[in-house]
Nanobody
Framework: QVQLVESGGGLVQAGGSLRLSCAAS????????MGWYRQAPGKQRELVAT???????NYADSVKGRFTISRENGKNTVYLQMNNLKSEDTAVYYC????????????WGQGTQVTVSS
């Protein structure tokens, strides 16, 4: 009943930028945050950035100052502006409906690949 659709991934050179979007639809309850998590091959899925409906944000230390999460007022849509991308940012990025800024929920998008060439 819940669908999360990510878009905006792609291949960029180091130092470049990408803007990811996630649109949530369906019956959405029991969550207080939306955000982005990423997973590189062979690594754990990690929090990238999350945002509450009230606009509070949380970022991984590795992306602070480079990534910005935002939300679309009136819609269940979040964006992730990624600037000064590094090769270490290469991963599949997943949208998530979370319980808190630091606790993900059970609804995930299909993922969008971000590849940063060095």
């Amino acid at each position: 009943q819940v669908q999360l659709v990510e878009s905006g991934g792609g291949l960029v050179q180091a130092g470049g930028s990408l803007r990811l979007s996630c649109a949530a639809s369906g019956i959405i309850f029991s969550y207080n945050a939306m955000g982005w998590y990423r997973q590189a091959p062979g690594k754990q899925r990690e929090l990238v950035a999350t945002i509450t409906s009230g606009g509070l944000t949380n970022y991984a230390d590795s992306v602070k100052g480079r990534f910005t999460i935002s939300r679309e007022n009136g819609k269940n849509t979040v964006y992730l502006q990624m600037n000064n991308l590094k090769s270490e940012d290469t991963a599949v990025y997943y949208c998530n409906l979370g319980r808190t800024l630091v606790i993900p929920g059970n609804y995930w998008g299909q993922g969008t690949q971000v590849t940063v060439s060095s």
